[in-house]
C-alpha cells in the first residue's frame, strides 16, 4: 500500500500506525523519498504540504538524471550547518527555520537546520549528535503541540546522554493549538513563522530583544 496526503496538521496521525510516514520539503526530498516509499515492499504514506506547491528547489543536475536516486527512510539532512543552537525540522518547517537561520547570522547567531525527512522512523542518533554539538534545541512543526512530533524529538533528547549537553531547556515552535481555520488571514496567524523561531532562539539563549 502506498499513500499520498496534502496535509498541514495531521502528521502525527499516522504515528501510531505500521506505516512509514515521510515528509517532503525539496526537490530532492520528493525524488529520493517517493522513490524509496514506491521500491519499499512495506506499507507506506508520504506527505506533503500542499503550502509548498508552487515552490521550486534546486537540485544537483547527476541527481535529476540518477534513476535510482533514493533516499533511504530515517536518514535526516543538515540543510545548514552550525554551532550555537540546533533547529529540527520537517516538510515546510525546514522553509522557515532556513528562512530564521539566515535571520540570526545577521545577528552573529550560528544556527544548524536538521531536515527529518521521515518522521518513522526517526533519525534519533542525527538529532542527539547534533544537540551534542549545539548544547540547544528547537523542534518546528505546524501541527499542534500536544502529541506532536516535536514531543517526541524532545524526549528524544531527554532520555538520552544529549540531555546533558542542554545549556538551555529545550523548546517547540508549532502551530496554534487550534483547527485550522478556512479565512486566509486566520490561517496565517495560526502558523508559525520565522519570526517566532528568531524570537525562541533568541530567548534560550538569552539575548536581549
Given amino acids: 500500500m502506498k499513500f499520498i496526503f496534502s496535509v498541514q496538521k495531521q ?6 500506525t505500521d506505516l512509514f510516514p515521510t515528509l517532503l520539503h525539496s526537490s530532492e526530498d520528493c525524488k529520493g523519498l517517493l522513490k524509496a516509499a514506491i521500491r519499499d515492499p512495506n506499507p507506506t504514506v508520504v506527505l506533503e504540504n500542499e503550502i509548498l506547491y ?3 528547489f534546486e537540485m544537483k543536475d547527476e541527481d535529476w538524471d540518477n534513476e535510482d536516486f533514493v533516499i533511504p527512510f530515517g536518514q535526516a539532512k543538515i540543510e545548514r550547518e552550525g554551532t550555537d543552537v540546533t533547529i529540527v525540522a520537517f516538510s515546510i518547517g525546514c522553509r522557515i527555520s532556513l528562512e530564521a537561520a539566515e535571520l540570526l547570522a545577521q545577528d552573529g547567531i550560528s544556527v ?3 531536515n527529518l ?11 542527539i549528535k547534533s544537540v ?40 517547540r515552535v508549532t502551530g496554534a493549538d487550534i483547527p485550522m481555520p478556512y479565512a486566509k488571514q486566520l490561517e496565517d496567524a495560526c502558523m508559525p513563522t520565522a519570526q517566532d523561531i528568531v524570537h525562541t532562539v533568541k530567548n ?6
Avoid at 135 to 151: D, M, T, Y
Wanted: charged letters at 25%.
Fill in 112 to 114: 544548524e537546520v536538521l
Fill in 132 to 171: 551534542k554539538k549545539t548544547n540547544h534545541l528547537i523542534s518546528v512543526e505546524f501541527g499542534w503541540p500536544q502529541c506532536g512530533i516535536g514531543a517526541e524529538i524532545l524526549s528524544t533528547v531527554m532520555e538520552s546522554d544529549a540531555f546533558d549537553y542542554l545549556d538551555a531547556p529545550a523548546v
Fill in 11 to 16: 502528521q502525527n496521525s499516522f504515528l501510531p
Fill in 204 to 209: 534560550i539563549l538569552k539575548i536581549k530583544q
Fill in 54 to 56: 508552487g515552490s521550486s
Fill in 117 to 127: 525527512r521521515s518522521i518513522r522512523p526517526l533519525d534519533r542518533e542525527s538529532i
